[in-house]
């Protein structure tokens, strides 16, 4: 995360727009003060954690009870359904008998 001023924020706006495109977050100060950071801004992960929350509330689904590790998941052999299953009514079933 840089810092500038605001006089350097206000000269150069598109520069600083393509700097947190890229992913970088700029704080921007006044008189060596903070005022104002400007960073992406992430609507989808925004709105999956609002839609979270509210399924949450309606005790439709729990809160994670651990943070998943992506890279042992998908280290993981998929499963084989048989002849005759869906991945979806495996799932609503394992979901009933765990309830």
Do not use: C, W
């Not at 005790?59 to 943070?67: F, K, M, S, T």
């Amino acid at each position: 995360m840089r810092g500038v001023r605001d006089s350097e924020a206000r000269n150069d706006l598109y520069a600083l727009v393509d700097d947190v495109r890229r992913g970088e977050s700029v704080i921007v100060t006044h008189n060596g003060e903070p005022v104002a950071r400007i960073e992406q801004y992430l609507a989808s992960a925004m709105r999956l954690d609002e839609a979270a929350e509210r399924l949450v509330g309606r005790q439709v689904a729990d809160r994670p009870r651990a943070v998943l590790d992506v890279e042992r998941f998908l280290a993981k052999p998929a499963p084989l359904l048989g002849e005759g299953f869906s991945a979806s009514g495996t799932i609503a079933k394992e979901r009933d008998q765990s309830r």
